[in-house]
């Protein structure tokens, strides 16, 4: 139930980008749902690899590239999920820069993962 609700508020979360972001659109929820899940899968196995690969560059930028990575993922994303479109790197970078702040504030008020009772 955890995950199912992390996932809600995330599709609903990339449903308000277009509203602050120019050049992002969302065509319904059910694609929101399947590009956050494709984002998450991303996150989880390319971004850990790109990171390391690109450690040099974010080393002298202390950091700051991995702005830069989270972008470039979102606007892959955008690449192959129909209905879900962005026009350019900067919309992508400034989408995955909100998208990512209102998740973390959002997600802070969900309950943590189940205990294990053993």
Do not use: E, Q
């Not at 690969?53 to 080393?59: D, F, H, S, V």
């Not at 400034?94 to 802070?108: G, K, Q, T």
């Amino acid at each position: 139930m955890y995950y199912l609700v992390r996932w809600i508020i995330n599709a609903l979360i990339l449903m308000l980008l277009p509203y602050f972001v120019r050049g992002v659109s969302i065509s319904n929820f059910y694609i929101a749902l399947v590009a956050v899940l494709i984002l998450a899968l991303l996150n989880a196995l390319i971004r850990p690899i790109l990171l390391i690969l690109t450690l040099p560059i974010n080393i002298l930028t202390l950091g700051l590239f991995t702005l830069v990575i989270n972008g470039l993922l979102f606007y892959f994303v955008a690449s192959f999920v129909r209905g879900f479109d962005i026009s350019g790197f900067w919309p992508a970078f400034w989408a995955a820069l909100i998208y990512s702040v209102f998740s973390m504030f959002l997600n802070y008020f969900v309950d943590d993962k189940p205990k294990k009772t053993s």
